[in-house]
């Protein structure tokens, strides 16, 4: 399956581990071109501009998406692809249970990645 990375540039670490656990798994795994927030490199509205559409792309040649939500956090941007990811009838998937209501364990992040794996197999 390819599967598109999404979420706040600031969560690098999570983005490494996720993207290395899904490739050790079997899919292709496409992410962010740099780690804008988690690196403090400054870019202009133009710039983001062109990397969200970038992005977008990516996500029109995915399978699905995997939201990187640490802590529940989804920003603007991660909003907007997985809105488009939505309306390209794309598989969303979150590294975190987006359902407030249900306790955030490391189980839930595992199994997580594991629906992924899942999905892939059963094709």
């Not at 999570?14 to 798994?25: Q, S």
């Not at 292709?28 to 983001?48: P, R, W």
């Not at 309306?87 to 407030?100: D, G, H």
Request: net charge negative.
């Amino acid at each position: 399956m390819i599967v598109t990375l999404c979420g706040s540039t600031k969560f690098k670490d999570e983005f490494e581990e996720v993207a290395k656990k899904l490739a050790l798994e079997g899919h292709a795994v496409l992410s962010v071109n740099m780690f804008a927030h988690a690196d403090n490199i400054e870019l202009t509205t133009e710039q983001k501009i062109k990397l969200d559409n970038a992005h977008k792309e990516k996500i029109n040649a995915s399978d699905a998406i995997f939201v990187i939500n640490k802590d529940g956090y989804i920003g603007e941007s991660t909003f907007s692809e997985i809105d488009w990811a939505q309306r390209m009838n794309k598989q969303i998937y979150f590294l975190e249970n987006p359902n407030p209501e249900e306790e955030k364990t490391e189980e839930n992040k595992d199994n997580a990645a594991a629906e992924v794996t899942n999905e892939k197999e059963a094709e």
